[in-house]
Every structure is written in C-alpha cells, then in structure tokens.
C-alpha cells in the first residue's frame, strides 16, 4: 500500500465532482464495486484523479477531477457507473449530495 497523498493533477482550468454521502449500514458488495468503479472511471477519457475520505461514521467525501464537462457526462451515462448508482440508492446510501464546480486556481504543499 501507497502513503496517502492528494491527487497529483495538471494545471487548472479542470472540473472537480464532489460526492458527499452517508452510507448504510453493511458493505453489501459496497468495496467490491467501489472498486470496480475507481478502475472504471480511470479509464475514462478526460479523468484527472481523485481523492477520497471515509469516516468511522459512515460520512463519506469522494472528489473525482474531469478535464471537461463532457467528460463528466460520458462518466454519469456510463452503463456500469448507471447501474451502481442505482443500486447505491437502493441499498447503500441513507443521502447524498453532489456537486460540480470548475477549478480555476490550485496550490500544492508537501513536506
């Protein structure tokens, strides 16, 4: 296993998709398919990086960086990805909240 360290990304301008979510409880497939998508998504044309965090809580912040919008609509329309998310409402998610915002400035720090 790898150090923890935030996503090494190019310049901006890019595109940040936060998904903030409250999980239920048990893992129901949940790490498999997680995943399975992180892969996935790392394959997609116009995917950055991401960064994730997990709480004993069941708070969960995942922040996936897209060099454009279409990229980020290619991923959501992708038949896996559909197919997870539809699942995930289902069975393992209480909430969630998701947002799309450009990133126009990034700073970097590491000792």
Known sequence: MTDPA???????????????????????GFQETDERLMKLA?????FLGVDAAAGADGLGIVVSYWKDEESIAAWRDHAEHA?????GREHWYASYALHVAKVERAHRFAT
């Open 83 to 87: 197919l997870a998310r539809e699942y």
């Open 42 to 46: 790392a394959e997609q044309p116009g």
């Open 6 to 28: 935030p996503a090494a990304l190019p310049s901006p301008p890019y595109y940040a998709v936060v998904f903030t979510s409250v999980r239920t409880a048990g893992d129901d």
